[in-house]
């Protein structure tokens, strides 16, 4: 049995629950995007290939174990360049990434994400908003539980930072989706 469900919540617009776990799957017409991958504890490629044929990208909200446990079952993944050493200190090797900036676009059918570099959670912690649909997708930094802020790489002045920054964008999204 697997341990993901899907929810459509928009047209071509996923979200995947993995125990505690949220991921985002945006379906193109040529290729869809995948927002994290999870624990790990199940075939998430395998169950990607049941809601899409298209080929899958991975985008990595931030190094977490619980955001990159199937990165290994997928070829194309990106991944804000802060985060590596952190994912590598942490006794995981880090994939054949492609570097992933603030203010990069990432296109998937009718949606753009705009990439959004707000560390603190992590170094390389990113949000990807979509301008057009107001669309937040925050990561584990914006979330009505916990957000944990203790071991290697954190930083709680750097955070408050990004929230603070993200506080000015506030009137760019009306909903935001964590994970």
């Known amino acids: 049995m697997t341990p993901y469900t899907a929810k ?33 504890t199940g075939d998430l490629k395998a169950f990607v290939e049941t809601l ?65 570099h707000l560390p603190g959670h992590t170094p390389g912690s990113v949000m990807l908003l979509e301008k057009n649909k107001r669309i937040l997708i925050a990561g584990d930094a914006v979330q009505t539980g916990s957000i944990y802020m203790f071991g290697a790489g954190r930083s709680v002045p750097t955070y408050l930072h990004s929230m603070e920054k993200l506080n000015a964008m506030k009137d760019a999204f009306d909903v935001i989706l964590p994970s």
Not at 19 to 39: C, E, H, P
Not at 86 to 93: A, E, L
Request: aromatic share 12%; charged share 20%.
């Open 8 to 40: 459509l919540l928009y047209d071509n617009f996923y979200a995947i629950e993995e125990g505690g776990v949220r991921m985002f799957l945006i379906l193109g017409q040529d290729r869809a995007m995948l927002v994290d991958t999870g624990f790990g």
């Open 52 to 116: 899409t044929d298209k080929p899958v990208f991975v985008v990595t909200t931030h190094g977490d174990g619980d955001h990159l446990g199937c990165h290994d079952r997928f070829e194309e993944i990106y991944l804000h360049p802060c985060d590596i050493d952190y994912i590598s200190s942490k006794g995981k090797p880090a994939p054949a990434i492609h570097p992933l900036w603030d203010g990069d676009v990432l296109s998937v059918g009718d949606y753009a994400f705009t990439v959004l």
